[in-house]
């Protein structure tokens, strides 16, 4: 049943576009201008991503199986597929109304924005409380075998890798150009960048944990834990608040001493070096809270990321942050402290990449942004990943962090609880139960 966990996966991203939507509409309501690129970004993704891609295999592999398996199934089918089939005229009416617009005030536009944010929630509602349990249900092994396969091709030109990383783009463009309220606010739309799409097989380890243990005064907050992150896996370490999980990430870097156990990196034991010297090893942090200096520029916080590389290769790879986020090249020389909550985590994450990691520790990134950022900073994540970055995620979004994982600890009161791939512990029951709400 992959394609369902794919199908509710792209609903939620959907739910976020609509959310984001309903915002934008709000402050453009009170008066606020909003830039019409970003308008245009939306209905690019959603003509490209809902009409042309994840309708189109609803509606070719999963809906013909469920009418053959189930009769009561054609009454909601029939109107699904009706709303698939006017998708592309309703967002062309909307594309329409956002060009007068421009001219004679926006009054119609956004009450058309409206009831189409409300019939998009209205149709994944459908499709997740009546078409998925139904599926669920009735259809057969021999059924899912080939829906799962069309939905997990990924030589497949709707729904394969390259396409995912067109959509990837898209989503970027959106969250770059949305209002600072929701988005990065930013005037153009940045690039992922997608140096190497190649798949990057795991290599061997290049950070073994063992039996590692730290302390706050007399309070043990790590208690023997042993883990292992390959050459090129993204691992993500889940667990509630208070788990331990910041306390292992800063042990990792130096910051908090520990009080037994080994850490091995890249073949060398480094339990007894500084932080400083960690990180010129090549283990690169963005810590939790984001954690930027307030008072120093954009560029001087970039800057202090690379203090451990040449010098001539600073610039460069400053271009590339400013690249894939254009917003704080707008912003470059302000003090760090005036950035939204959403461009402070940008720029955190592009103060590590900075110093050229090995290994890339990322600490709660998605804490307190809004929808659309949350989505962001996961498709930059996984665009990372595709470049064969090795990276160590924590999240207590533990959905979020264990679907795009290759391998995943579970991290309970300083102690692993559960270890196995990501997709495996998303379908554990004591997992869903205590960290997916489901």
Same mark, same amino acid.
């Given at each position: @049943?992959?394609?369902?966990?794919?199908?509710?996966?792209?609903?939620?991203?959907?739910?976020?576009?609509?959310?984001?939507?309903?915002?934008?509409?709000?402050?453009?309501?009170?008066?606020?201008?909003?830039?019409?690129?970003?308008?245009?970004?939306?209905?690019?993704?959603? +003509?490209?991503?809902? %009409?042309?891609?994840?309708?189109?295999?609803? %509606?070719? !592999?999963?809906?013909?199986? &469920?009418?053959? /398996?189930?009769?009561?199934?054609?009454a909601?089918?029939?109107?699904?597929?009706?709303e698939? /089939?006017?998708?592309? +005229?309703?967002?062309?009416?909307?594309?329409?109304?956002?060009?007068?617009?421009?001219?004679?005030?926006?009054?119609?536009?956004?009450?058309?924005?409206?009831? !189409?944010?409300?019939?998009?929630?209205?149709?994944?509602?459908?499709?997740?409380?009546?078409?998925?349990?139904?599926?669920?249900?009735?259809?057969?092994?021999?059924?899912?075998?080939?829906?799962?396969r069309?939905?997990?091709?990924?030589?497949?030109?709707?729904?394969?890798?390259s396409?995912?990383?067109?959509?990837?783009?898209?989503?970027?463009?959106?969250?770059?150009?949305?209002?600072?309220?929701v988005?990065?606010?930013?005037?153009?739309?940045?690039? &992922?960048?997608?140096?190497?799409?190649?798949?990057?097989?795991?290599?061997?380890?290049?950070?073994?944990?063992?039996?590692?243990?730290?302390?706050?005064?007399?309070?043990?907050?790590?208690?023997?834990?042993?883990?292992?992150?390959?050459?090129?896996?993204?691992?993500?370490?889940?667990?509630?608040?208070?788990?331990?999980k910041?306390?292992?990430?800063?042990?990792?870097?130096?910051?908090?001493? @520990?009080?037994?156990?080994?850490?091995?990196?890249?073949?060398?034991?480094?339990?007894?070096?500084?932080?400083?010297?960690?990180?010129r090893?090549?283990?690169?942090?963005?810590?939790?809270?984001?954690?930027?200096?307030?008072?120093?520029?954009?560029?001087?916080?970039?800057?202090?990321?690379? !203090?451990?590389?040449?010098?001539?290769?600073?610039?460069?790879?400053?271009?590339?942050?400013?690249? @894939?986020?254009?917003?704080?090249?707008?912003?470059?020389?302000?003090?760090a402290?005036?950035?939204?909550?959403?461009?402070?985590?940008?720029?955190?994450?592009?103060?590590?990449?900075?110093?050229?990691?090995?290994?890339?520790?990322?600490?709660?990134?998605?804490?307190?942004?809004?929808?659309?950022?949350?989505?962001?900073?996961?498709?930059?994540?996984?665009m990372?990943?595709?470049?064969?970055?090795?990276?160590?995620?924590?999240?207590?979004?533990?959905?979020?962090?264990?679907?795009?994982? %290759?391998?995943? !600890?579970?991290?309970?009161?300083g102690?692993?609880?559960?270890?196995?791939?990501?997709?495996?512990?998303?379908?554990?029951?004591?997992?869903?139960?205590?960290?997916?709400?489901?």
């Amino acid at each position: @049943m992959e394609a369902l966990r794919i199908i509710s996966e792209e609903h939620r991203n959907l739910w976020r576009i609509a959310s984001t939507l309903d915002s934008v509409a709000e402050e453009m309501a009170a008066g606020q201008p909003v830039e019409p690129a970003f308008f245009s970004a939306i209905f690019d993704y959603i +003509e490209e991503f809902m %009409d042309g891609c994840h309708h189109a295999k609803e %509606d070719e !592999y999963l809906f013909p199986c &469920l009418r053959q /398996r189930s009769a009561e199934a054609a009454a909601v089918l029939d109107r699904l597929q009706a709303e698939h /089939r006017n998708g592309p +005229e309703i967002l062309k009416a909307l594309r329409t109304q956002l060009a007068a617009a421009a001219g004679s005030g926006n009054e119609a536009f956004l009450a058309a924005l409206r009831t !189409y944010t409300q019939s998009l929630r209205n149709h994944i509602r459908t499709e997740e409380k009546d078409c998925i349990p139904l599926a669920r249900e009735v259809l057969l092994p021999e059924d899912w075998r080939d829906i799962d396969r069309a939905f997990l091709d990924n030589n497949d030109p709707l729904f394969g890798e390259s396409a995912r990383a067109e959509y990837r783009e898209l989503f970027h463009r959106i969250a770059n150009l949305a209002p600072e309220s929701v988005g990065l606010g930013a005037h153009s739309t940045g690039e &992922l960048q997608q140096r190497n799409t190649a798949a990057f097989s795991h290599g061997e380890a290049l950070l073994s944990v063992s039996g590692l243990e730290s302390c706050y005064g007399r309070i043990k907050a790590l208690k023997g834990l042993s883990l292992e992150v390959r050459q090129g896996e993204l691992v993500a370490l889940v667990g509630a608040n208070g788990a331990g999980k910041t306390t292992f990430l800063r042990t990792l870097s130096g910051i908090q001493p @520990m009080s037994a156990g080994s850490i091995q990196f890249a073949g060398e034991d480094i339990s007894a070096l500084r932080s400083d010297l960690r990180m010129r090893r090549g283990i690169c942090q963005s810590p939790e809270g984001r954690q930027v200096f307030g008072p120093l520029s954009i560029e001087d916080n970039l800057r202090l990321g690379a !203090y451990s590389q040449p010098k001539h290769q600073v610039e460069g790879d400053m271009e590339k942050i400013f690249a @894939m986020f254009p917003i704080l090249k707008e912003k470059r020389a302000l003090p760090a402290g005036t950035l939204s909550g959403g461009q402070q985590q940008m720029l955190a994450i592009g103060r590590a990449l900075m110093g050229r990691p090995k290994m890339l520790l990322l600490d709660e990134p998605s804490m307190g942004l809004a929808p659309l950022l949350v989505e962001e900073v996961f498709n930059v994540i996984k665009m990372l990943k595709a470049q064969g970055m090795t990276i160590l995620l924590v999240e207590q979004n533990a959905f979020a962090a264990l679907a795009i994982a %290759d391998r995943g !600890y579970v991290l309970e009161t300083g102690s692993i609880t559960l270890t196995g791939t990501g997709q495996a512990l998303i379908s554990n029951e004591q997992v869903r139960a205590a960290y997916l709400g489901m």
